[in-house]
């Protein structure tokens, strides 16, 4: 055993870089550990699903949609309705990764009271999580922006940016979902979260139809969400259609949306586990 | 009933499985909205496709050289979908939940009733849901004209029946699961149903070879015999939909109840 | 022990904590001298974990004073942190990942180097008596595993605290006196304990010191043969009636102890000898479906302090 005498130990001399902890890397590190185990099944969910529906969508319902209207925004539907997926790929994995996971460590397993009884402060556990689910996002979107490359839909070189753009977007989201859910008592309210925020801005942000088909009442809540932004620079990349300032714009809002959220989740956070 | 059942081949019971759907009533009664917000999503679709797709696509084949627009294309395979989709969650999850966590049927059984009282309980509580499911997205495409027949009150037991093939079957796979993760390989399973049946484009967008893969798919039959019923497009054909769901229900029933007197009675 | 001129490693003075209108610790001096073994007694509600909460810096007090290793919380919370082991109430470990993973995630959590930590983890999980399950995933390990490695966990910064919220809460009698063993070893290399408990034989042989708590207040203190000796009798006797109520009876045996307890179930007289006083109520004509002598515990003094069993 290591823990030979300290009887009357130095009582005031903090111990040197244990004192400050091992900060939120420590924090991702152990969600990496997890992930580890698991990681085959969310291939299927992060992988396998997007490609499923930009083939059902993009392949099929095109078909019916370029022989219809000649394609939408100008191009062939599978050509629009590609960077529409990707961004809500990237939207669903980082809502996947900040829902359960965060209401199991402060609930469930309650593996967050451990890390804030180590010299971690409630930022680290925040920021360190995010930080794993960045690099979920990351892969999940690269992977399907290359396989999405391979089948013919980007156009422009500039399309490469596209990934790192739909894991702004991603991880804007990931931020506030993450702060819903340290408020939530019960799981119930994720399953809202999912049905009612998730699902709709998957399905009405530009996706798989341009915002101006929707009523008119609408449209400016599609304009307000991150999701819309995130969606039109990554078509405006892939499709190689690049306004610069359109794009500044765009990439500004969704940037706030992010660093709001990560305040918001640390301060929600914090009043939830310091009491 | 329970005479009949008596002699067919399936697993013991008491004819007692309403009991357990009344327990599933009372516990409903707490987490309604969880499960009302269920009816939303089909919705949801709905708009997105019909409003919003809908106008990009313009009119349909729906059959045997039928046009129609695209909404109405659409309606009756959300309807069978969201059918599937409802079975399948409530059948799984919940199931699975009850079984390795809540540890509900033990206690079930340590009572008169037997497996099979907690198979048909348990698939008649989906099906129950599914049932108000179904009333009211028919009423909600009805109110956005995606309804043309009279014959679409039919779908009303047609849903039923969907939801029965797929949620005997996804009670029973549910009782091979070991960790929440298998839920992905069910993902797997539902979701190129959920979007390959004939669901959002006619079966005559496939090249020939993969028609018949896609009408050997019990959603493929589900969303068929729907949308016949909402166009009014009644066939002897409705007969090989029934007919091919009716014996998923019963085969996936009684492989249920089974699994649950291995698991629990041994 | 508790005198001397060493700083003390806990030193609270007026502590307070509120939570909205509810009162649960209600201005409390305690001082936890180094190498001790520090008991908190008292039943559920008492405030003992909102205590440790505040000690173990992940709840801000109130009111009054509160040093640790002679910093303040307020202002030195994870520099305290990083020298306290916590086992909390409830468990926190991960149950996905194996036992060793477990250690090695958490030593992270203090920055202690990755090949330190691991060599720790290998001492540790030889102390937990878990070195052979070291690579088994933690969920259907059992309880007294899972407080084993929660121990194990928390002595991965070789802390010179050691905090126990209730650590043999749920245990079956033969996993705790396994826990208690490693307890015991702990304290002889010099750890300072401090527990929390509900359980008065716990607090008997883990405790070279306790206050009682009860409502929030520290109601007695001292080692805990020195709180039998002030609060109780040498010896209880226990009396089963055949009746409804026991109070009913008081009258039959009175003068016979110095005390007379009424529970539920039986009447407890506090005597200085048991046989003696048994003989004597006996030739009262009172007849005891059965009759009982026992050693005064700390649940007697809890029962004497505030006139309530310590479990309910």
């Not at chain 1, 939120?24 to 396998?48: D, E, I, K, N, Q």
């Not at chain 2, 969303?223 to 497009?233: C, E, P, S």
């Not at chain 3, 180097?113 to 691991?118: G, L, S, T």
């Amino acid at each position: 055993m290591a823990v030979e005498d300290r009887v009357g130990a130095d009582v005031d001399v903090p111990v040197g870089p244990v004192a400050r902890g091992g900060g939120w890397p420590a924090v991702t590190a152990h969600w990496f550990v997890r992930y580890r185990r698991m990681w085959f099944g969310t291939a299927v969910s992060s992988f396998l699903a997007p490609l499923l529906y930009l083939v059902g969508m993009g392949w099929g319902l095109g078909r019916l949609v370029d022989d219809g209207a000649g394609g939408a925004g100008g191009v062939p539907y599978l050509l629009f309705v590609a960077p529409g997926v990707l961004a809500a790929t990237a939207l669903q994995v980082a809502a996947g990764e900040t829902t359960f996971s965060v209401m199991g460590s402060i609930k469930w397993d309650r593996t967050y009271h451990g890390m804030l009884s180590t010299p971690l402060a409630p930022v680290d556990v925040v920021v360190g999580h995010l930080v794993f689910v960045l690099v979920r996002v990351a892969l999940a979107s690269s992977v399907f922006l290359a396989v999405a490359a391979a089948l013919g839909t980007v156009r422009s070189w500039w399309g490469v940016l596209a990934a790192p753009v739909a894991v702004l977007g991603g991880m804007a989201f990931a931020a506030w979902c993450y702060a819903y859910t340290a408020r939530l008592e019960t799981d119930r309210g994720i399953t809202v979260l999912l049905r009612f925020v998730v699902m709709p801005l998957s399905l009405f942000s530009g996706t798989f139809f341009p915002v101006d088909q929707l009523p008119v009442w609408l449209q400016p809540v599609a304009w307000a969400t991150p999701l819309w932004h995130t969606v039109e620079v990554c078509r405006a990349l892939t499709l190689g259609v690049v306004e610069p300032w359109a794009v500044v714009g765009h990439l500004a809002f969704v940037t706030l949306w992010l660093v709001a959220g990560v305040v918001v989740a640390v301060r929600v956070l914090t009043r939830r586990m310091v009491v | 009933m329970a005479r009949l059942a008596d002699v067919l081949p399936v697993p013991a019971g008491a004819g007692m499985a309403r009991t357990l759907v009344e327990r599933n009533y009372r516990s409903f009664r707490r987490t309604w909205t969880i499960i009302v917000s269920g009816f939303f999503e089909p919705v949801f679709y709905l708009f997105a496709m019909g409003v919003g797709v809908g106008a990009l696509v313009g009119d349909v084949d729906a059959g045997d050289g039928r046009l129609v627009p695209y909404a109405v294309f659409v309606a009756p395979a959300l309807l069978a979908a969201s059918a599937m989709n409802g079975a399948v969650f409530d059948s799984t999850t919940n199931v699975f939940f009850k079984l390795k966590y809540a540890k509900l049927y033990d206690s079930v059984l340590a009572t008169p009733l037997g497996p099979r009282d907690v198979a048909v309980g348990e698939i008649t509580w989906a099906l129950l849901r599914g049932l108000v499911y179904a009333a009211a997205f028919l009423l909600v495409a009805t109110l956005a004209g995606a309804v043309t027949s009279w014959w679409a009150v039919l779908t009303l037991p047609a849903a039923t029946l969907v939801g029965w093939a797929f949620a005997s079957v996804g009670m029973a796979v549910a009782t091979y699961m070991r960790t929440w993760a298998d839920f992905d390989w069910l993902q797997l399973a539902i979701l190129p149903m959920f979007l390959f049946s004939a669901t959002f484009f006619p079966l005559s967008a496939y090249p020939a070879a993969v028609q018949g893969v896609v009408q050997a798919t019990p959603l493929y039959h589900g969303v068929a015999m729907i949308r016949d019923l909402m166009l009014g497009q009644v066939t002897g054909g409705m007969a090989v939909h029934v007919g091919y769901l009716a014996v998923m229900g019963a085969v996936g029933t009684v492989w249920t109840g089974r699994r649950i007197e291995r698991l629990l009675l041994r | 022990m508790t005198a001397g001129a060493a700083a003390p490693m806990i030193r609270a003075r007026g502590l307070v904590k509120e939570f909205g209108s509810f009162t649960a610790v209600d201005g409390i001096d305690v001082d936890v001298m180094p190498g001790e073994a520090f008991g908190f007694l008292g039943p559920n509600g008492a405030g003992k974990s909102s205590t440790m909460r505040m000690i173990g810096c992940v709840s801000p007090p109130t009111a009054g004073e509160l040093t640790v290793l002679g910093m303040d919380p307020r202002t030195h919370g994870a520099a305290i942190r990083a020298r306290l082991g916590v086992v909390p109430q409830r468990d926190t470990l991960d149950e996905e990942l194996t036992v060793e993973e477990n250690i090695w995630v958490y030593g992270r959590y203090f920055g202690i180097p990755r090949a330190e930590v691991r060599r720790r983890a290998a001492e540790l999980l030889d102390f937990a008596q878990l070195a052979d399950r070291a690579g088994s995933v933690v969920e259907p390990l059992s309880g007294g595993m899972k407080r084993r490695l929660t121990i194990a966990r928390g002595l991965v910064n070789s802390p010179s605290i050691l905090l126990l919220d209730e650590p043999t809460t749920g245990l079956d009698p033969q996993a705790r006196h396994v826990l208690w063993d490693r307890l015991f070893r702990l304290k002889r290399e010099g750890v300072t304990l401090v527990l929390t408990t509900h359980y008065m034989d716990e607090a008997e042989q883990l405790c070279d010191r306790l206050v009682v708590m009860d409502h929030g207040r520290i109601v007695a203190e001292g080692s805990p043969r020195s709180l039998i000796a002030e609060h109780s009798t040498r010896e209880v006797l226990e009396l089963r009636l055949d009746t409804l109520d026991h109070a009913e009876h008081v009258g039959a045996v009175e003068g016979v102890a110095e005390r007379v307890e009424v529970l539920p179930d039986r009447l407890l007289l506090y005597v200085d000898d048991g046989e003696r006083a048994q003989s004597e109520v006996v030739r009262r004509g009172v007849e005891p479906v059965s009759a009982l002598v026992r050693r005064s515990t700390l649940e007697d003094v809890f029962l004497h302090l505030t006139g309530r069993t310590l479990v309910d």
